[in-house]
């Protein structure tokens, strides 16, 4: 199965040397050099479009102390890309200046030392570049020692994606891990209810997103309509329509609007609207700050893939799981990114959980700390997307 698609969350700092092996003396074996202390001095940085400052290291050893201060210079070698090129098999472009810098281009293994130390590399306004490129920045050492054969240090930069792991709820569940946490989920009288989705198969006949049984609940089919039909379930009713049908195997990015004061409800699906504008008799403001009780006898809470019994699982795949207590706009709903990442502090934004962990059974809400807790790890899967 391929899934790709387009959002981290913050783009790590490098951690080239972490786990590497430190200088070390050496035997007089060899004549003295200066080297890497490190076997691999490739590394990459992921650019997203909020990348801020990134800085990378370098650092030089010396094979034998040595009597006096030995001075290294580190600077950038174009030549180098080529070189690189030719070894992976790679058509990366130079890095082009003024995207990097390195503040303290000179360093010293001091007399009876064995290295500089950590030489940073600061790399500015990376969001910028036409990352439809992949660039390279090799970094090499000199000084009036020679130098080894690993005496360059290369940082690649290329575009990251913006969600890069994704959850599988399939016979699965999650719930808050704490109960009655959710202040921001109560009381809601107008909600936005997003979520990007893979389902593989539709077959229960009906399957769960989020919400509550019986009160207010996002699912897919149900008697009378198709397995893969999306339904707004309520205690007032549920509402439907005919345009509300996903495909299977391929990711589509649900954007739902209840307005409880109209009744008014819209479906998008990739930011695009389905069907007609429906009209639903609920008009109690919606409450999704309810515990969940045991799973077999209740009482009916908020779940994320569950309700009523556990044959209503997600067959397939979640992320972006997000809450709004407001009305998100078609403008917003289309903004650059949008299906894929938002800021957590967003206006309204209730609740966001990206599903992105990739281990345990927590799932993080960044938003406002509303953790849900699976009935069991996911199946946590990598994935790139957007699809390139």
Same mark, same amino acid.
């Given at each position: ?18 786990? %590497? ?21 490739? /590394? ?11 800085t990378? #290291? ?18 950038a070698?174009?030549? =180098? ?16 200046e ?11 293994? +001091?007399?009876? *030392? ?11 306004g ?15 050492m000199?000084? =009036?020692i /020679?130098?080894l ?7 690649v930069?290329k575009?990251?994606?913006?969600? /890069? ?8 569940y %999650? ?24 389902? @593989?198969?539709?077959p ?24 893969n039909?999306?339904?707004?379930a ?13 495909d ?13 004061? @109209? ?7 990739? *930011?695009?609207?389905?069907?007609s ?9 919606v ?12 009482? =009916?809470?908020? #779940?994320?893939g ?9 067959? *397939? ?8 207590? =407001? ?10 990114f ?9 206006? *309204? ?11 345990g ?16 790890? +996911? ?10």
């Amino acid at each position: 199965m391929k899934l790709k698609s387009y959002i981290s969350a913050a783009v790590p700092a490098l951690a080239l040397l972490i786990g %590497a092996a430190s200088c070390q003396d050496d035997t007089e074996k060899i004549d003295n050099s200066i080297f890497a202390p490190v076997a691999d001095t490739s /590394s990459t940085i992921n650019v997203k479009p909020t990348t801020g400052t990134v800085t990378g #290291y370098v650092e030089a050893c010396i094979a034998k102390k040595a009597d006096t201060d030995v001075e290294v210079t580190f600077a950038a070698d174009e030549s =180098r890309v080529a070189v690189y090129n030719e070894l992976y098999s790679t058509d990366y472009e130079m890095l082009p200046e003024g995207y990097y810098s390195i503040p303290e281009s000179v360093a010293v293994i +001091p007399a009876a *030392g064995n290295t500089t130390g950590k030489v940073a590399v600061k790399f500015n306004g990376l969001n910028t570049l036409d990352l439809t490129k992949t660039y390279l920045l090799p970094v090499r050492m000199t000084s =009036r020692i /020679s130098a080894l054969s690993n005496d360059t240090y290369y940082f690649v930069v290329k575009e990251a994606a913006l969600v /890069s792991t994704v959850a599988g709820m399939t016979r699965n569940y %999650a719930l808050f891990a704490r109960g009655n946490q959710a202040n921001e989920l109560d009381a809601m009288t107008q909600i936005t209810v997003e979520a990007l989705l893979y389902p @593989t198969d539709f077959p229960n006949m009906l399957a769960t997103v989020m919400g509550i049984e019986g009160q207010f609940l996002v699912r897919v089919g149900d008697a009378g309509i198709p397995a893969n039909q999306l339904q707004l379930a309520t205690a007032s009713g549920n509402i439907t329509d005919p345009a509300w049908t996903f495909d299977t195997n391929k990711w589509t990015f649900l954007t739902l609007t209840y307005d409880t004061k @109209t009744g008014e409800c819209k479906v998008y699906f990739n *930011g695009v609207q389905k069907g007609s504008t429906q009209t639903g008799g609920y008009r109690t403001a919606v409450d999704w700050n309810t515990a969940s009780g045991d799973i077999t006898d209740g009482p =009916r809470g908020f #779940y994320v893939g569950y309700a009523y019994d556990a044959n209503r699982w997600w067959n *397939g795949y979640m992320s972006e799981l997000r809450v709004w207590n =407001r009305i998100l706009t078609p403008e917003e709903i289309n903004a650059p990114f949008h299906f894929y990442t938002v800021e957590p502090d967003s206006e *309204g934004l209730a609740a966001y959980w990206k599903m992105d962990e990739g281990a345990g059974n927590t799932i993080h809400d960044y938003a406002n700390g509303y953790d849900l807790q699976c009935n069991e790890a +996911p199946e946590w899967l990598p994935v790139n997307l957007p699809a390139k």
